[in-house]
């Protein structure tokens, strides 16, 4: 089993930043229209980052749990049921005709099928999800090392992000995305999980791909992935913070 370097004071530190929040993010439209909470989450963002990165190692692990751990049903976060054209033509085709694109700032911009995915060298992990909204889930995720991918298209030195694009519309509105920093990215638990709990990734769970960022909040893993982009800065996606939630007033870390 393995364990982060003091992962409970790791873990307190990051729950005591967000505890003063989480009573507000049902109205987190409103928070991204204010100035001065918006100030509060980027510093309590900072400050957590830094804190996590003194106390845990560049390859510092989170906590895997046995077969036993895992719960009965995992349960959905976000949208369970995507209803763009695209996606459902994929879906009804069992995604044999889905690929992953990565682009960006890469070498070798490539894509890839799902089959092409699966025959890669795989990692199964048995981790706990932890949602921002309060509620926890343990689930066994298999899928290939998000470093794997990169190192197949060459990442280039100036890229600072991977940014990862759904198929998903959340409620209605923009299109879901997501990002980590390239520490992130590369951590060795840092999946892209095609198979929940020995079957393959229900659409309600992400379908066919979505990452895994073991040591981030719910909202930074996300479902869906269409496309993997490299970057420089998030200056041209949504409102320039990195993430769908993100623009709405969350943090962007969200390391736990």
């Given amino acids: 089993m393995n364990r982060p370097t003091n992962p409970g004071r790791r873990r307190f530190l990051a729950r005591a930043v967000l505890a003063s929040s989480a009573a507000l993010l049902a109205g987190c439209d409103q928070l991204s229209r204010s100035d001065a909470m918006r100030q509060l989450f980027d510093a309590t963002g900072a400050l957590t980052q830094r804190a996590q990165r003194l106390l845990a190692s560049r390859e510092s692990l989170a906590r895997e749990y046995t077969p036993d751990d895992i719960a009965p049903t995992f349960r959905a976060n976000g949208t369970t049921n995507p209803q763009d054209e695209t996606y459902r033509r994929l879906a009804a085709n069992g ?3 889905w690929r992953l694109t990565i682009d960006g700032l890469v070498e070798r911009p490539r894509s890839f ?37 990169l190192a197949q298209v060459g990442v280039r030195d100036e890229a600072r992000f991977v940014v990862f694009h759904c198929a998903d519309s959340y409620r209605g509105t923009d299109r879901y995305y997501e990002s980590l920093d390239m520490l992130e990215a590369y951590h060795p638990q840092t999946l892209m999980a095609y198979g929940l709990n020995g079957s393959d990734l ?52 969200a390391g736990i």
């Fill in 202 to 253: 229900p659409i309600a769970n992400g379908a066919p791909l979505r990452l895994r960022a073991e040591r981030q909040l719910g909202y930074k893993m996300a479902k869906y992935v269409m496309r993997v982009e490299l970057v420089e800065s998030f200056a041209h996606f949504g409102r320039g913070r990195g993430g769908y939630w993100e623009d709405r007033g969350y943090q962007w870390w």
């Fill in 113 to 149: 099928s799902l089959d092409e995915l699966r025959a890669m060298p795989a990692r199964t992990q048995i981790t706990r999800h932890d949602c921002v909204e309060g509620w926890s889930c343990i689930g066994q995720w298999t899928g290939v090392v998000l470093s794997d991918l």
């Fill in 95 to 97: 995604f044999r005709d």
